[in-house]
């Protein structure tokens, strides 16, 4: 039997993931609380939308761990997700859209693998400066945030691909990369014969973000299936958004970010956002909390902005046969497949990277440097010099 999900396109389910055990170093796991306190729910809400903030998950800060040096604070970061996902889930089936702010990149696994509870295919638009295909076994860092394509695809750690059950979580072609600048050797040698579809920063600086986005919507079968929007702010070039702990020299503009995320979130099949990697210990006055809040708020407009008017034409048309009124005016309805005996099962156990800044990825950092290095000021960030 079906699950009927009707979606409620004013309807926004927020949710914290204050999290960075899968990073390098404590910071962005207080993103949640800053955002919040920046003004988040009141924008939204001024916008338009009907706000449940549904709270956050436990704090899983960063921590040492010398015992896991291939996947640092590795059962931390499984019971994030673990967390998370049954939170979503919920948000899903409710029709809204779950808006996870992170803490941690990871915290995509747990969206997806709750999408998937209720739909069949699911893509992934990953909006990062990095693309995340390092395993532990490839990984100089340990940083569990340098492996979320991986473990998304089914060759990551073992544990974290069993998170979902029938591995792949997302297949290859259904995930598109969009603003990756920094790709290690051994991620271009795997992406060299993957069939994954990538659209660089420097190919995105070329043609310009919104119509870079209008093709990679199509591609990624945006307006026939559900899809996750993963959008890290280091995906923005460091120039103009410093107060993040890799940030990228080599990254798309500012002005581009905000036209691919229109695009993105315009986009009917929408099924839920992550928006991760925003440190507040690296902005002092708050000045990008701001920044963005105000990128969220004027992508998601465009989901609720009336159509415009067509032109007025000099003759007038015969009026048309009038429509047979839909069920719940303005609301999309998916079917999704039923959840199956062992999903349910699960739920109710749940219940009870452009190269001159490759230096600056955290696969290309020590976890000594990460945590020792003082964060920097603002200003423009030196790609050869490991940067908080």
Same mark, same amino acid.
């Given at each position: 039997?079906?699950?009927?999900?009707?979606?409620?396109?004013?309807?926004?389910?927020?949710?914290?993931?204050?999290?960075?055990?899968?990073?390098?170093?404590? *910071?962005?796991? !207080?993103?949640?609380?800053?955002? !919040?306190?920046?003004?988040?729910?009141?924008?939204?809400?001024?916008?338009?939308?009907?706000?449940?903030?549904?709270?956050?998950?436990?704090?899983?800060?960063?921590?040492?761990?010398?015992?896991?040096?291939?996947?640092?604070?590795?059962?931390?970061?499984?019971?994030?997700?673990?967390?998370?996902?049954?939170?979503?889930?919920?948000?899903?089936?409710?029709?809204?859209?779950?808006?996870?702010?992170? *803490?941690?990149?990871?915290?995509?696994?747990?969206?997806?693998?709750?999408?998937?509870?209720?739909? !069949?295919?699911?893509?992934?638009?990953?909006?990062?400066?990095?693309?995340?295909?390092?395993?532990?076994?490839?990984?100089?860092?340990?940083?569990?945030?340098?492996?979320?394509?991986?473990?998304?695809? *089914? !060759?990551?750690?073992?544990?974290?691909?069993?998170?979902?059950?029938?591995?792949?979580?997302?297949?290859?072609?259904?995930?598109?990369?969009?603003?990756?600048?920094?790709?290690?050797? +051994?991620?271009?040698?795997?992406?060299?014969?993957?069939?994954?579809?990538?659209?660089?920063?420097?190919?995105?600086?070329?043609?310009?973000?919104?119509?870079?986005?209008?093709?990679?919507?199509?591609?990624?079968?945006?307006?026939?299936?559900?899809?996750?929007?993963?959008?890290?702010?280091?995906?923005? +070039?460091?120039?103009?958004?410093?107060?993040?702990?890799?940030?990228?020299?080599?990254?798309?503009?500012?002005?581009?970010?905000?036209?691919?995320?229109?695009?993105?979130?315009?986009?009917?099949?929408?099924?839920?956002?992550?928006?991760?990697?925003?440190?507040?210990?690296?902005?002092?006055? *708050?000045?990008?909390?701001?920044?963005?809040?105000?990128?969220?708020?004027?992508?998601?407009?465009?989901?609720?902005? /009336? /159509?415009?008017?067509?032109?007025?034409?000099?003759?007038?048309?015969?009026?048309?046969?009038?429509?047979?009124?839909?069920?719940?005016?303005?609301?999309?309805?998916?079917?999704?497949?039923?959840?199956?005996?062992?999903?349910?099962?699960?739920?109710?156990?749940?219940?009870?990277?452009?190269?001159?800044?490759?230096?600056?990825?955290?696969?290309?950092?020590?976890?000594?440097?990460?945590?020792?290095?003082?964060?920097?000021?603002?200003?423009?960030?030196?790609?050869?010099?490991?940067?908080?």
């Amino acid at each position: 039997m079906a699950v009927r999900i009707v979606r409620q396109p004013k309807k926004i389910v927020l949710l914290g993931a204050p999290s960075s055990a899968a990073a390098l170093r404590a *910071g962005h796991e !207080r993103a949640p609380a800053a955002l !919040r306190a920046a003004g988040l729910v009141a924008r939204l809400e001024s916008a338009g939308f009907e706000v449940v903030d549904a709270g956050d998950i436990a704090t899983r800060a960063y921590q040492v761990d010398d015992e896991h040096p291939r996947a640092r604070n590795f059962p931390e970061v499984l019971q994030v997700l673990h967390d998370l996902r049954p939170r979503v889930e919920v948000a899903i089936k409710s029709g809204a859209l779950p808006l996870v702010i992170g *803490g941690d990149r990871i915290v995509v696994l747990a969206i997806l693998a709750a999408a998937r509870r209720y739909f !069949r295919n699911v893509s992934l638009v990953y909006m990062d400066s990095d693309a995340d295909l390092n395993t532990p076994a490839t990984s100089a860092s340990g940083s569990v945030d340098g492996m979320v394509i991986s473990h998304i695809v *089914g !060759r990551g750690a073992a544990e974290m691909v069993r998170f979902w059950g029938e591995p792949p979580l997302v297949r290859e072609p259904d995930i598109l990369l969009f603003g990756a600048n920094r790709i290690d050797a +051994s991620e271009e040698q795997y992406l060299a014969r993957s069939p994954m579809p990538r659209y660089l920063a420097a190919d995105i600086s070329k043609r310009g973000g919104a119509a870079a986005a209008e093709e990679a919507a199509q591609r990624a079968h945006a307006g026939q299936r559900e899809f996750i929007l993963h959008f890290d702010v280091d995906v923005i +070039s460091a120039r103009e958004f410093p107060a993040t702990d890799y940030p990228a020299l080599g990254a798309i503009s500012l002005a581009d970010a905000r036209q691919a995320l229109a695009v993105f979130a315009k986009q009917p099949q929408l099924a839920g956002i992550s928006v991760c990697a925003y440190n507040p210990d690296l902005d002092a006055d *708050g000045t990008y909390a701001k920044l963005v809040i105000d990128l969220i708020v004027e992508a998601l407009e465009k989901r609720i902005a /009336p /159509p415009a008017e067509p032109a007025a034409e000099s003759v007038a048309a015969p009026e048309p046969a009038a429509a047979a009124e839909p069920a719940q005016s303005g609301e999309h309805v998916s079917e999704a497949p039923a959840v199956s005996a062992i999903d349910a099962a699960a739920e109710a156990s749940e219940s009870t990277t452009e190269t001159t800044a490759a230096a600056a990825s955290p696969d290309n950092v020590s976890e000594e440097a990460a945590r020792d290095t003082k964060p920097a000021a603002s200003g423009t960030a030196n790609p050869e010099t490991p940067i908080p």
